[in-house]
């Protein structure tokens, strides 16, 4: 049939479907079809005649003859925006759950291997062993957001084939659950943990008003490998905010201008925040210039972040450089961070070879193996100079893939930069450097 006939046609149906709505008459419906489908814009064999007549002539004087090409122009294929829509915000918000989700496992395999090497962790961040987080709990609580997670995208993909209006609003609704949860008064779903996140972030925002305590500073490291979750959380508050679930404009949220200076400021935020609490403890500390050398590894990762954005709006030879130069000089700094400040690696007079003296795990390449994951996870920034040509979804779960990865860099990351503090109390968090051993929550595991 004719493209236009089936347009016609189409469009009478969703009529008839309204009218149904309206009047509840469906017998006057399926008559009110039938006639549809024997009018002669419907059925008429002139009209196939005439569309068979254009295609030739169109095939004859611009595709040399070519069906497949000319039926491209004649009868292009509509690209579904809606549901792609529909994919992308779903999508992000899918992601930015699986994100949280993934850091809290690896949290939890960082328990579980504290625990097992009787590194004392509550003691190191001053948690108190009976409301602290266990392994089991940080699984527990791994699992149930991926699988709330799971449901919301069941029930949003079942709502939409269902017409329902307003079926995108899910995930909206369920980042709302979540904060909602966060915030709960009453004792459930870990209050005092939820709490105590709520008490760290405060300290962390305000850097400069608190005093910097070894959970603060953790915790604020973790934020750094979180930048994609914080600006997935940009994007859906403003597609929700402003009301773009109903009329699909998803352009709103993503290529204006406030929204591209709100996305710059959300990447520097972290590093922005780490850097305050380096200069705290420098003035705290007697103006130790190990805080001011910590300061400005952060400060050296916002500028290489500010040319990436500015190399992301103008791709030219001159910025391709500049990124290459400023993200590798970042990367050289976190490395040696890395490496001999925060794991105490690297050492040449240290009797296990290039290691540190004390070690808790015997098998001593791990050591080596670890160094080497940590050098290729933070290289992931050589993909934004590569210039992939590929399409929104796969760069969506190209930028999913590159997020997970910082996150299991950090998660990785969090087990020697702990294991070095209850050696050599490298961060000078406590007055002593002997940390007693979890004897006792050994035994009541």
């Not at 080596?368 to 290289?379: K, Q």
Request: positive net charge.
């Amino acid at each position: 049939m004719d493209g236009s006939s089936s347009l016609n046609v189409k469009a009478f149906t969703k009529i008839l479907k309204k009218f149904v709505k309206v009047s509840e008459q469906q017998r006057a419906t399926d008559l009110f079809s039938e006639k549809v489908k024997r009018s002669p814009f419907s059925s008429s064999d002139k009209v196939l005649q005439l569309a068979d007549e254009v295609e030739c002539i169109f095939m004859k004087h611009f595709t040399g003859n070519d069906r497949k090409v000319a039926m491209k122009y004649l009868k292009p294929q509509q690209p579904r925006n809606t549901h792609m829509i529909t994919f992308l915000v779903c999508s992000r918000a899918l992601f930015m759950f699986a994100l949280i989700s993934l850091h809290i496992f690896l949290y939890g395999c960082n328990l579980f291997m504290w625990k097992n090497t009787r590194i004392n962790h509550n003691f190191i961040f001053d948690f108190s062993s009976n409301t602290a987080l266990t392994h089991r709990d940080a699984f527990l609580m791994s699992a149930s957001i991926m699988c709330t997670v799971v449901a919301a995208l069941v029930i949003n993909l079942f709502l939409k084939n269902a017409g329902v209006a307003y079926a995108n609003a899910l995930p909206g609704a369920l980042l709302l659950l979540s904060t909602g949860v966060l915030f709960c008064p009453f004792d459930i779903f870990y209050r005092s943990t939820r709490y105590c996140f709520m008490r760290v972030m405060r300290n962390i925002i305000f850097s400069p008003f608190y005093k910097v305590l070894m959970a603060d500073f953790f915790m604020a490291d973790q934020l750094t490998s979180q930048i994609p979750l914080l600006r997935h959380m940009e994007f859906t508050a403003c597609y929700f905010m402003a009301g773009s679930f109903r009329t699909h404009p998803y352009e709103t949220c993503t290529s204006g201008q406030q929204y591209k200076h709100l996305a710059y400021v959300i990447s520097f935020l972290p590093y922005f925040w780490r850097a305050l609490q380096c200069l705290r403890r420098y003035l705290e500390e007697g103006h130790d210039i190990n805080q001011l050398a910590n300061a400005g590894k952060y400060v050296s990762a916002m500028v290489a972040a500010a040319v990436r954005f500015k190399y992301a709006a103008t791709p030219t030879p001159f910025w391709v450089w500049m990124v290459i130069i400023s993200s590798s000089g970042a990367t050289i700094y976190q490395l040696y961070w890395d490496f001999v400040k925060d794991w105490g690696f690297l050492n040449p007079k240290s009797k296990n070879r290039w290691l540190r003296n004390e070690l808790i795990l015997k098998n001593k390449s791990i050591y080596y193996v670890s160094m080497m994951l940590n050098l290729a996870l933070r290289l992931a920034w050589t993909e934004s100079v590569m210039k992939i040509h590929i399409g929104k979804v796969e760069s969506r779960l190209l930028d999913f893939s590159l997020a997970s990865l910082e996150i299991i860099r950090r998660g990785h990351w969090n087990f020697y930069r702990l294991e070095n503090e209850h050696l050599n109390n490298v961060g000078k968090f406590r007055a002593v450097k002997t940390v007693p051993l979890p004897f006792r929550e050994l035994e009541t595991d």
